[in-house]
Structure formats: C-alpha cells, structure tokens
C-alpha cells in the first residue's frame, strides 16, 4: 500500500485535515517526510502535498511570509522569471519587468565585454558588450530565489568606469538561498575594482548561504554595519575584507540622518539604513514635509496623506487638514468622493452645527499658511458631525465659490447626465451656477420638475419660475403636491430646453385644485373657489357636444346667469344657471344687465345656439318721455303671439301700437320741416329780386 497524502479526508469529521502519517511527493513518489529545506543544498517549495521547484501558474510564493508554500494569488500574481546564468545583452532583455527571479543573476566580464554566443560560437555569432545602462531593467526586482554573483576578476581592465554601485538593483529586499553558488554562498561580490558602494539600499533577508564581499578595493560602506542582521541562515558564514581600508579619513561615511548603529548602503541619505528621525519616501530627514505628509509615530515614517490633502493628521480622506484643490464638507463616516460623484450626505459650512473641535482637528482655508495657522472663523469650525473632505474638482451637484470651496447646489437641480472628465481641463456639466433653485446664472442650470408661472399677456406659455425636489421614492404625479403647490396641476414638459420631465402648470384662477387645464369641475377637477356655473352643454376642444352638461367655475353669476339661490353647494359661494334661451343674454349693445364679466365661451356659444335674433319684452312704460321702464318680465319671440304691438324702439311689446305713432309723429315732423324750408327759400328769392332792381334804377 502506497504512503498517504499529507491531507486526507476524515469520515469521522467529514472535514479535510492534515494527515500525521503522510508523505510529500517528489519526483512522482511519496517518499519524503518533508520537503527538502534550509539543511538541504537545493531547498524545495510545497504546494498542496507535493514538493516543487516552482509553483504553478496561478499560484506564488511570497517570501515574506517566512515560510516555503505555494498560495494562491490574490488579484494579479507577481511578474515572475525563471532564469539562470549570465546576464549579458541578450538575456537582460529576458528580464524586462520581472519582479521575482526563479533563479539566479550572475554578472562578468563576458557581460561587459562581449563574448561568443555560447550555442552558436564564435564563428556564428558573438553577443555584444552590454552597457551599464541596461541594467536600469533589473530596479523591479524584489526577490531572487537562489544567489547573486558579481565578479569580474578575469578582466584585465576591470569592470567599466561608471559602474560604481548596484544600485540597478536597489529594490531587491530578499535573495532565497534554495540553491547556493558553489554550494556555499549565495551573496558574492568581489574583485570589482569600480565598485565605490553597494547601493542594495532596501536588502532586508539573505534567507540561506555564506555571504562574501571581498576585494573591491574602491568600496566603502560595506563594513558599516553588522551582516548577521541580514542573513538568517543556519551557520552562514560572513567574510567582508580587503575592501576600501581610507573610508572614513576621506569622509566616505554614512549620512548624518542616517542610525550609526545600523549602518548604510552608500553614501546618501537614501542608503541608510535606519534613520536617526523619520523617513520620508526612502530618504531620512529631520522633520517631515508639512504639506502632503504626516508623522507616523509607530513606523517613524512620513507617511503620505491622501491624494488631495495638502496637510493631514493620517492617510485616510478624512483625515485632511487643508487642501491642495477644492474643499467640502461632509457628514462623518462617508467614503472617498471623485468629481464625477453624486454628493446626496453632503452638507454646506452653513448647515453645520457651531460646535467648535480641538486645535488639531481645526480646518484652515488658507493652504498657503499652513504651517502657521491653526485657527478659524467660528463658521468655518467643524463639528462633531462634520468632516472637511478634499477633491480634485467639485462634484456635478457643487458650484465654486471665492476660497476654493465647492458649495452644494439646490437640492432641486436636475442632474444633466453628461459628467465627463479630462484631467487637461475641467470638464464637468455641472448641475447649476449658484445656490437657487431658479433656472439661470445664479441657479439651477435644468430642472427635473419646475413650478410654471401663469401666462403673460397672448402668450399661451407661463415661464419656468423654479426647480421642484420630489422624492425618488414617490411617484411623479405627486411633486405638485409635495411641494405644497395645491392650486397646480402635472403635466409633461412644455420648456424642454429647461424641464427634462414634468411641471407644475397652475389651475385656473378660479380652481383651488384641478388636474388639467380649464376651469370645469368634470373635464378638469377644477374645484371652485367662488361660484359654479352649471351649463346645458359641454365644450372639448373646441367642440360643443349639448348631450352632455357641464359645470364651469366662475367668479360670479355674470352674462347670461343668474343666481340660484334655491340650490346651494358646500364650499363655495353659490350656484349659478344660465338664463332660458330667449333671454337677451348680452344686454343692450352688449352691455350686460347684471354687473360682471363673461362667462368663458358664453360669446361662442350664444352665436351658435341663439345666431342673434331679435328677442322682445313685455312691459308697459310709465310716461312715454320718462327714462324710467318698468321690470320687463318675459322674452317671446314676436308680439303679436300675445296680441300686443311691437315696439322696435324699446324692444318690447306693449298695448299701444308706439310703432305707429311714432312713424306718423315723424311725418308731421317732415312736413313741417319742409314748409319751413320752403317760406325760407321764397324770402330769399323775393329779396335778389328786389336787389336787383335797385341796381338797374342805379344804372339808368
């Protein structure tokens, strides 16, 4: 029976464990307690029970874990190369991004110089010299699993001139040891007569392997700290001699900012390393930066502050001091914000409850100061709700005000839908201009729903007045509502250039409420303020239907109604009833009989139904020359259905046939105006004649 996996399944538990009786398998059989490690010459990772030389796609080892399994990535694995040999011109192509080596780097003169392709020949071909510069190639590598070897004792000459350091690989933190040169050391430079410093500033853990750094007669700084800090490997050996002996009676020492008890990598206030005070982006300094970084106290790092800050107390977006661009309030607790974001939870310097914080806490509106000022303006102070946040740009539902501040714009502007972003330019369609809620340049630039004012003039449009605010959890139809807008109506957007959906248009001026436009209580809901007039038709679109009635709001009983006081309605003043149809609805010379003004479409109306014929009263008059009529009573048709004479005059029917002495009074009138005229015109002719003889009797 073969050896049992490292991990088996237990029917007891039902759940996978490990198996203290398993075996790891290497080369295809389970044979090893435990994969080759540290005592081992070539040291193996584990994945799942297996031993390997290399994890599988998809997996990866992380080396500071401390240990030697095999994981799953999380998110992109690390760029990883399996290489081992040489570096030369053609194979540090083959290194191009790589952060973890699966091998080994060696470097010799052959790298430098140029030799025969070692498959081809020299006859075939012949790898170039490679230049220093190519090795700017290597600065993302971060581990290498087996040894590192720079050696240039063949050469005659030396390594060139201008490499002075290793600093093409100043990102390495971690050199494995799982397989050693010689199978000794996994660290060795030396006799590389150039080499002024190591330059492996951020070296942290040689894992296995003597170290030998030797005979590089120009290099200082190697000895200036202890190499047992490094390597942890078990009785690892360290030989560092015969290097530069002048270095301290030339002044090649580590920086001053740099810890005397731990040494440095080179000559700079980036090759320590510890610092004495605080390092800020790989470079001890005395103090931290006061714009864009903050003093951390446990790492004694200058850690940076978040991307908009320009002063802070931590990382974190909430932890800004002041601002590198715009500034803005929001309550506690709300997550990062992008320009291109909707801003529901913020909230304006004025909304903010007077609740001063302490010094530390305290916002300043002048970056340029800083350092210096750590007060405010009591308006300006945060509370305990608040929390100042910076931005690149403000938000589509901000505008700019003076002080970089990006204030809130009303909560009723419509957001346009076109948020776009250029980092070259502001590109952002903002919802408004100012803070009100009226379309134009100091407020809303679109609204959602507006508030429509009453048409002016022969306009047939009102004009938009203000942007409303409707809850997303509510249905449209009840903005009007919510917004206290009674006496309105919702209707589609009339000013799409304005409105994206629906306005709240008003009801006629005598509805308190409606649901359209018009004043009837059946076509439009129109509920009365003062009268109702009830009609025997009804009228849609300019069409007259007199099957059906109507009932119309008025101000009062005006042309062609009357009051009905027999009915009366709850709410409003009363009811009123047009007038039978004989009626002269109009009034002499339109002039109306009762005090008022007309109906809506009484005019229309009466000229259809009624095509203006001469309708009579019966009456009896006083005194024929009084300006006095007694109360007509009843309108007919023509007179003579109840046997009394017309009267155009008056328009009325009486006893007396007044036509007719009227017309013979105005003959006399006649013909006493003639006889007049005539006696006038004899006079004047008997007077030229007798002119005319008086000049005659002259002449002779």
Request: proline share 5%.
């Amino acid at each position: 029976m073969p050896p049992s996996p490292t991990i088996i399944h237990l029917f007891q538990t039902g759940q996978v464990e490990p198996n203290p009786d398993g075996f790891y398998s290497m080369d295809n059989r389970y044979c090893e307690k435990e994969c080759p490690g540290k005592m081992i010459t070539e040291e193996r990772l584990v994945q799942d029970d297996v031993c390997v030389e290399y994890c599988s796609p998809g997996m990866h080892y992380d080396f500071s874990k401390g240990d030697r399994i095999c994981r799953k990535c999380e998110g992109p694995c690390p760029v990883s190369c399996k290489f081992k040999g040489l570096v030369d011109a053609d194979t540090i192509k083959l290194l191009q991004n790589c952060s973890e080596i699966e091998g080994n780097l060696q470097f010799n003169v052959l790298s430098f110089r140029g030799h025969p392709d070692p498959v081809l020949g020299l006859e075939k071909r012949k790898v170039s010299a490679m230049a220093v510069s190519e090795l700017d190639v290597l600065k993302s590598v971060r581990f290498i699993s087996e040894y590192l070897y720079v050696c240039n004792h063949f050469s005659p000459m030396g390594i060139p001139i201008n490499f002075q350091s290793l600093s093409f690989l100043e990102n390495l933190e971690y050199i494995g040891g799982r397989s050693l040169y010689g199978a000794k050391q996994s660290l060795v430079i030396s006799q590389n007569d150039n080499l002024e410093y190591l330059g492996l500033r951020k070296l942290k853990k040689i894992a296995k392997g003597d170290i030998i750094i030797s005979k590089n007669y120009e290099a200082c700084y190697v000895d200036s700290f202890n190499w047992t800090d490094i390597v942890t490997g078990v009785n690892a050996k360290v030989a560092v001699l015969e290097n530069r002996r002048v270095c301290v009676n030339e002044s090649r020492i580590c920086d001053s900012s740099c810890d005397p008890a731990f040494g440095c990598w080179g000559p700079t206030n980036a090759d320590c390393r510890k610092c004495v005070h605080w390092l800020q982006e790989g470079h001890c300094v005395d103090k931290c930066s006061s714009r864009g970084f903050f003093e951390n106290h446990e790492t004694r790092n200058c850690d940076r502050c978040y991307v908009e800050c320009d002063t802070c107390k931590g990382p974190e977006h909430t932890d800004c001091l002041t601002c590198r661009s715009y500034k803005l309030y929001r309550k506690h607790g709300s997550a990062p914000l992008s320009p291109l974001d909707f801003d529901d939870d913020f909230i304006t310097v004025e909304e903010q409850p007077k609740q001063p914080r302490p010094v530390s806490h305290l916002v300043e509106t002048d970056t340029t100061n800083a350092a210096s000022e750590n007060t405010l303006p009591p308006s300006e102070q945060p509370s305990k709700f608040t929390q100042l946040t910076c931005v690149a740009d403000c938000p589509s539902t901000r505008y700019y005000v003076e002080n970089n501040e990006c204030k809130r714009c009303h909560r009723s502007c419509y957001d346009l839908g076109q948020r776009k972003w250029s980092s070259s330019e502001r590109n952002i369609y903002f919802r408004c201009n100012g803070p009100s809620n009226e379309p134009g340049p100091l407020g809303c630039k679109k609204c959602k729903y507006a508030q429509i004012d009453p048409p002016v003039g022969n306009s047939t449009l009102g004009a938009v007045a203000r942007c409303l605010f409707n809850s997303l959890k509510v249905h449209a139809n009840t903005v009007c509502m919510n917004n206290d807008l009674l006496d309105h109506f919702v209707q589609s957007s009339t000013h799409p250039d304005v409105v994206e959906e629906f306005e709240c248009a008003p009801c006629d001026e005598e509805c308190s409420t409606c649901q359209s436009k018009g004043n009837s209580r059946i076509t439009n809901k129109c509920k009365c303020r003062h009268f109702v007039a009830y009609m025997p038709f009804h009228r849609m679109g300019g069409v007259m239907d007199t099957t059906k009635e109507d009932e119309k709001c008025v101000p009062g009983c005006t042309k062609g109604l009357y009051t009905d006081n027999a009915t009366s309605e709850v709410d409003i003043e009363g009811v009123c009833r047009m007038c039978h149809n004989l009626c002269d609805r109009f009034g002499e010379n339109g002039v109306a009989p009762l005090h008022g003004h007309d109906t809506f479409g009484l005019h229309q109306v009466l000229a259809e139904r009624i095509q203006l014929q001469e309708w009579f009263l019966i009456g009896r008059l006083q005194h024929r020359n009084s300006e006095t009529i007694q109360p007509f009573q009843t309108c007919v048709k023509n007179c003579a259905e109840l046997n009394l004479f017309t009267y155009h005059k008056e328009k009325g029917c009486f006893d007396t046939d007044y036509d007719t002495r009227d017309k013979v009074q105005w003959c006399k009138e006649q013909q006493s105006n003639a006889t007049n005229s005539t006696n006038t015109s004899f006079n004047i002719v008997t007077l030229l004649i007798l002119l005319l003889n008086v000049l005659l009797i002259g002449q002779l």
